[in-house]
């Protein structure tokens, strides 16, 4: 029953957090520790009526988490494989890949530590294992709490879409970017619907390689496909998301102060986009549209590290002792 009440009190904590303001991520760690404790209540129930059973099952998921591990590796690595072929050498393309390779190097270096007994080696080993659990931890709770926020409906009747950029192939919209304005223009097309008449905010400067600001390409590309030239506004001078949002809420304040409005972005980045929308304080929600498979390991990769590293000195300094601690055993 215990287990049951703490994570009624972790529910909790999360609710109030979730309805306070959606876009904090630290909210997945309160649901995953209620989950992780709503698990174990189940087990301890279980195992009053069936200890066999339950310890079968307990079993089960320990057996688990090396093979997903391994499974993991193996997924990881091919993936990156498909990210080299379809979309170049790029460091970014390189994450799903570097990490697939990592554990398998990982687990390598340990079963050589330990079968030789390598003192220092071993003692490597167990640091960075301690760091590898915080931060495959964090990682766990961004994906649940991703999910979470992605799948949960957010409010309509809103003043303004923005569409966010992600980059142009000379003047041509690329797939990744015609997700996006075609959601948004989902959207638009349905606060139409409804009577509304919301506007549409093209957000994007001019990049290495680009023709044209990618959001005078975006407004084309909506154009095109049947949006009022008159119902989109441009901000036009934007280079990373802090600035699409900053610039953005700047046009929108102008046109209407007290404005609510809604993010499109890909599903991948939805909840780093929420995460600045927020730090902004841009009031509006992050909703996702569609990205090929074989993309979404690398991109959801190097979006975990931009949240990490938002953290960089609480993360950081945690890593560090954790580090440090995991050298002390087995160095003593």
Request: charged share 15%; aromatic share 12%.
């Amino acid at each position: 029953m215990l287990f049951f009440v703490i994570a009624a009190v972790l529910f909790g904590i999360f609710l109030i957090g979730f309805i306070r303001d959606r876009r904090r991520v630290r909210n997945g760690v309160y649901l995953f520790f209620c989950l992780m404790f709503v698990i174990a209540g189940l087990l301890f129930e279980l195992a009053m009526i069936n200890q066999v059973a339950a310890a079968l099952i307990l079993a089960g998921l320990v057996i688990l988490v090396p093979v997903t591990v391994l499974v993991l590796a193996g997924f990881l690595i091919a993936n990156g494989i498909t990210m080299l072929r379809r979309e170049g050498r790029r460091v970014a393309n390189l994450l799903s890949l570097a990490a697939g390779l990592g554990i398998i190097g990982l687990i390598v270096l340990s079963f050589l530590a330990n079968y030789f007994q390598v003192k220092p080696a071993m003692a490597f080993v167990n640091a960075v294992n301690s760091v590898l659990f915080y931060v495959s931890f964090l990682f766990v709770c961004f994906l649940l709490y991703s999910f979470v926020y992605g799948k949960f409906p957010h409010k309509t009747d809103v003043d303004f879409i923005v569409v966010l950029g992600s980059g142009l192939f000379g003047s041509k919209v690329p797939p990744l970017l015609a997700s996006r304005l075609d959601r948004g223009r989902a959207v638009f097309d349905a606060e139409r619907a409804r009577g509304r008449q919301p506007l549409l905010v093209t957000s994007g400067g001019q990049g290495p390689g680009e023709d044209l600001p990618e959001a005078r390409a975006m407004a084309d590309y909506l154009i095109e496909r049947g949006v009022p030239a008159e119902q989109i506004l441009v901000e036009d001078q934007s280079r990373t998301t802090d600035q699409n949002l900053r610039f953005s809420k700047a046009i929108m304040e102008q046109s209407k102060p007290d404005f609510r409005c809604l993010v499109v972005t890909n599903n991948f980045h939805v909840m780093r986009a929420a995460r600045i929308t927020r730090a902004e304080k841009v009031n509006g929600q992050v909703i996702g549209s569609p990205t090929a498979r074989y993309y979404w390991p690398s991109a959801t990769i190097r979006e975990f590290v931009a949240v990490f590293l938002s953290h960089k000195v609480i993360n950081g300094g945690i890593c560090v002792l954790l580090f440090l601690g995991g050298l002390t055993p087995a160095s003593s």
